[in-house]
C-alpha cells in the first residue's frame, strides 16, 4: 500500500483539548498488509469520513508504538462529524503526506516555535520530537481568548530542561496581552547579529499571523519555516486548489513547511488563497 491509499484506523482515545478542538488518537503501525511509514513533524493526513468529506489535518502527535494523533477544530461539515465520533469508532486516513520541519544537527541554535490557535497542531509534534532529542527551545502559544488556547495542561508537565513557553492573548485574558508576533519580537530585538543567525523560527496558524512573523524574520535575518494551509481536495497534487502563484508550487506537495528563500518569491503568501471553485480570494 502507498501514503496514498486509504487505511482504515479504530479511534483509540479522545482529548476534549478546549471548546471546539479535539485530539483523536489511533494506532495506525499495526494494521495489516501495510508498508508502515512513520511520520515526522509538520506532515500531515488526508482523513476521510464515509459519505461526508476528506480532509487535511496535521499530524498532532506519534508515538515510537504506532501511536497518532490528529487535533481538529469543529469549523465545517466534515469536523462537526468528526467531533461526535466515539472510542471504537472508525476513520479513513491517507498519509503521511508533504515535507517536515527540519531539525538542525546543531543542538546550540535558538529554536523559536510560534503558534496561533488551531496552529499549535502540527508543532505539538514537533515540541514533543525536540524534547525527546534533548533540544532546548522557546514556545510563543497565542490565541483571541484564553478558552482557545490549546493544551495548556499538556505543555505545563512538559520536562524540557531550559526550555520556555510564553502565551499570549489579543485580549490579554491569559499571558501576555497582543499578539505572538509582538512576543517573538521581544525575544529577539535585543539578541546579537551573531545569535540571531544562529537562531531558527518555525510557525504555524493564521497566514495574516505567519506573514508577520516572516516579516520580523527578514528584519532580523532569522531562518524561517513556516507550515501554511490551503484547500485541498486530493493531497497529491491533482486539484491544484492548493496552488501558489507565481511559483505554481502546491502545498500538499511542495510543502506544507516552506523556507524563508521560498516565501520569499510567492506572491500569494499573506494576500491571497484559492476557494473550492479555484477563483482566488483575499486572506482574511
Same mark, same amino acid.
Given at each position: 500500500?502507498? &501514503?496514498?491509499?486509504?487505511?482504515?484506523?479504530?479511534?483509540?482515545?479522545?482529548?476534549?483539548?478546549?471548546?471546539?478542538?479535539?485530539?483523536?488518537?489511533?494506532?495506525?503501525? &499495526?494494521?495489516?498488509?501495510?508498508?508502515?511509514?512513520?511520520?515526522?513533524?509538520?506532515?500531515?493526513v488526508?482523513?476521510?469520513?464515509?459519505?461526508?468529506?476528506?480532509? +487535511?489535518?496535521? #499530524?498532532?502527535?506519534?508515538?515510537?508504538?504506532?501511536?497518532?494523533?490528529?487535533?481538529v477544530?469543529?469549523?465545517?461539515?466534515?469536523?462537526?462529524?468528526?467531533?461526535?465520533?466515539?472510542?471504537?469508532?472508525?476513520?479513513?486516513?491517507?498519509?503521511?503526506? /508533504? &515535507?517536515?520541519?527540519?531539525?538542525?544537527?546543531?543542538?546550540s541554535?535558538?529554536?523559536?516555535?510560534?503558534?496561533?490557535?488551531?496552529? #499549535?497542531?502540527?508543532?505539538?509534534?514537533?515540541?514533543?520530537?525536540?524534547?525527546?532529542?534533548?533540544?532546548?527551545?522557546?514556545?510563543?502559544?497565542?490565541?483571541?481568548?484564553?478558552?482557545?488556547?490549546?493544551?495548556i495542561?499538556?505543555?505545563?508537565?512538559?520536562?524540557?530542561n531550559?526550555?520556555?513557553?510564553?502565551?499570549?492573548?489579543?485580549?490579554?485574558?491569559?499571558?501576555?496581552?497582543?499578539?505572538?508576533?509582538?512576543?517573538?519580537?521581544?525575544?529577539?530585538? &535585543?539578541?546579537?547579529?551573531?545569535?540571531?543567525?544562529?537562531?531558527?523560527?518555525?510557525?504555524?496558524?493564521?497566514?495574516?499571523?505567519?506573514?508577520? #512573523?516572516?516579516?520580523?524574520?527578514?528584519k532580523?535575518?532569522?531562518?524561517?519555516?513556516?507550515?501554511?494551509?490551503? #484547500?485541498?481536495?486530493?493531497?497529491?497534487?491533482?486539484?491544484g486548489?492548493?496552488?501558489?502563484? +507565481?511559483?505554481?508550487?502546491?502545498?500538499?506537495?511542495? /510543502? +506544507?513547511?516552506?523556507?524563508?528563500?521560498?516565501?520569499?518569491?510567492?506572491?500569494?503568501?499573506?494576500?491571497?488563497?484559492?476557494?473550492?471553485?479555484?477563483?482566488?480570494?483575499?486572506?482574511?
Amino acid at each position: 500500500m502507498t &501514503n496514498h491509499e486509504i487505511k482504515t484506523v479504530k479511534i483509540s482515545r479522545i482529548i476534549n483539548d478546549c471548546e471546539g478542538v479535539k485530539t483523536l488518537l489511533f494506532n495506525f503501525k &499495526n494494521i495489516d498488509n501495510i508498508n508502515y511509514k512513520k511520520p515526522k513533524p509538520g506532515q500531515f493526513v488526508m482523513v476521510w469520513v464515509p459519505g461526508i468529506d476528506e480532509v +487535511p489535518m496535521s #499530524i498532532s502527535g506519534c508515538d515510537d508504538i504506532g501511536n497518532w494523533s490528529i487535533t481538529v477544530k469543529n469549523v465545517g461539515e466534515c469536523t462537526e462529524v468528526i467531533h461526535k465520533l466515539k472510542i471504537g469508532d472508525f476513520i479513513g486516513v491517507r498519509g503521511p503526506l /508533504g &515535507n517536515c520541519f527540519e531539525i538542525p544537527q546543531d543542538k546550540s541554535k535558538k529554536l523559536f516555535l510560534i503558534s496561533g490557535g488551531i496552529g #499549535i497542531a502540527p508543532l505539538r509534534f514537533l515540541i514533543s520530537e525536540l524534547s525527546r532529542l534533548d533540544y532546548n527551545f522557546k514556545i510563543i502559544h497565542g490565541a483571541k481568548v484564553e478558552n482557545e488556547l490549546i493544551h495548556i495542561d499538556e505543555f505545563s508537565e512538559l520536562e524540557i530542561n531550559d526550555s520556555k513557553i510564553f502565551y499570549c492573548t489579543d485580549d490579554g485574558s491569559y499571558g501576555a496581552e497582543g499578539f505572538a508576533s509582538d512576543t517573538f519580537e521581544d525575544l529577539i530585538k &535585543n539578541l546579537s547579529n551573531r545569535e540571531l543567525s544562529q537562531s531558527i523560527a518555525y510557525t504555524c496558524g493564521p497566514e495574516k499571523m505567519i506573514f508577520k #512573523i516572516f516579516q520580523l524574520c527578514e528584519k532580523y535575518k532569522v531562518e524561517l519555516q513556516a507550515s501554511l494551509e490551503r #484547500i485541498m481536495r486530493c493531497g497529491c497534487g491533482l486539484c491544484g486548489l492548493c496552488v501558489m502563484d +507565481p511559483l505554481g508550487l502546491l502545498v500538499c506537495k511542495d /510543502g +506544507p513547511v516552506f523556507k524563508s528563500k521560498t516565501l520569499r518569491k510567492i506572491e500569494d503568501f499573506g494576500k491571497s488563497r484559492r476557494d473550492f471553485s479555484g477563483k482566488k480570494i483575499s486572506i482574511e
